[in-house]
């Protein structure tokens, strides 16, 4: 069965604009989270959507938003962008419970400048 | 908060030589999760570990999850160059819908 897709693969955007990342979860995996990656601070949690719903929140700004539709696919939305939120942003789906192993995708690479 | 340290950050290895990475929690865990991640790739899911005093093998790969589920630890006997990557640990938060992750240990293969 097909993978976790995210899209786009590679981005470049200026300071102050907005980027919308998309996720495509497997096939009957409810639970969709979202990390950014980076050299010097490792595997961050932005947030987990399950029917809709965002059951939990990292410790990012505001700017930092997403939201999940009726299919399970996924988007995030970063505002006002910053120097500082250059990084790789992952997508990892699971069946609904804890439990299980996330299975993630081939990320975002976000450059901002 | 609730933290997962994980050591060392590197390892440099000669191709044959095995290959220890750690895990530490400041609370018990329900569980811990294992990931690899190859050099521009993204992290693929190794195992988890449910039980107090569980070891599991993969291969050339053995995990293990301390008695008081606070540690758990995998060795690689025999490294090879397919080994080469980021190994990450993984731990539920206060929520059970968050993972809290170890920094990672880098597996390097000394040339």
């Known amino acids: 069965k097909a993978g976790v897709t995210q899209t786009p693969r590679y981005l470049i955007k200026t300071r102050g604009q907005q980027v919308t990342l998309s996720c495509s979860p497997i096939?009957?995996?409810?639970?969709v989270s979202w990390y950014q990656q980076t050299p010097g601070q490792g595997l961050q949690f932005l947030f987990e959507?399950?029917?809709?719903?965002?059951?939990n929140k990292g410790n990012f700004p505001g700017r930092f938003s997403g939201r999940q539709f009726s299919n399970s696919r996924s988007e995030m939305n970063v505002s006002t962008l910053e120097l500082g939120d250059s990084a790789l942003y992952l997508c990892?789906?699971?069946?609904?419970?804890?439990?299980?192993?996330?299975?993630f995708g081939s990320g975002t690479r976000l450059t901002v400048v | 908060g609730q933290q997962v340290m994980q050591i060392p950050q590197y390892q440099h290895v000669q191709e044959g030589e095995d290959f220890t990475t750690y895990c530490n929690s400041s609370?018990?865990?329900?569980?811990i999760q294992w990931y690899k991640q190859r050099p521009g790739g993204h992290p693929v899911f190794l195992i988890q570990?449910?039980?107090s005093g569980e070891v599991k093998k993969q291969k050339r790969l053995t995990f293990q999850f301390g008695e008081a589920k606070k540690n758990s630890s995998l060795h690689i006997t025999a490294t090879q160059t397919t080994d080469v990557g980021t190994y990450f640990c993984?731990?539920?938060?206060?929520?059970?819908?968050?993972?809290?992750w170890g920094a990672g240990t880098k597996l390097i293969i000394k040339p």
């Open positions: 609370t018990t865990l329900s569980n």
């Open positions: 959507y399950f029917s809709e719903t965002q059951r």
């Open positions: 993984a731990g539920p938060g206060d929520s059970n819908y968050q993972l809290i």
């Open positions: 570990l449910v039980k």
């Open positions: 096939s009957g995996h409810r639970s």
């Open positions: 990892a789906s699971r069946p609904g419970h804890p439990g299980y192993g996330y299975t």
